[in-house]
């Protein structure tokens, strides 16, 4: 088993910048890749991004190519997410989630997921 307790959310203005931090504990970190996702209120699950169990290799989303940026520490068993120029379509629930399939972009690839973390961007 693998916990992951994400943290970081808030209140922020359109432009302004968010890192989101998802703690893991449990089985070893390094052998995870891992990912971010985010759920608006009445919309699907939505891919973020993704990072390698080396950190070497990341994908994103089209939508926050260029803005997020993930980034993992596995000494401290923690994965970031770095959140800038965000926008209100950005507001949503946002999760961290563990796999042992490499990069993958699809929810159901995962197996362990946090509680989530709300990120709320006023216009």
């Known amino acids: 088993q693998v916990q992951l307790v994400e943290s970081g959310g808030g209140l922020v203005q359109a432009g302004g910048s968010l890192r989101l931090s998802c703690a893991a504990s449990g089985r070893t970190f390094s052998n995870y890749a891992m990912g971010w996702f985010r759920q608006a209120p009445g919309k699907a699950r939505e891919f973020v991004a993704a990072i390698s169990w080396s950190g070497y290799n990341t994908y994103y989303a089209d939508s926050v190519k260029g803005r997020f940026t993930i980034s993992r520490d596995n000494a401290k068993s923690t994965v970031y997410l770095q959140m800038n120029s965000l926008k209100p379509d950005d507001t949503a629930a946002y999760y961290c989630?563990?796999?042992?399939?490499?990069?993958?972009?699809?929810?159901?690839?995962?197996?362990?997921w946090g509680q989530g973390t709300q990120v709320t961007v006023s216009s």
């Open positions: 989630a563990a796999t042992t399939r490499g990069i993958v972009t699809t929810g159901w690839e995962y197996d362990y």
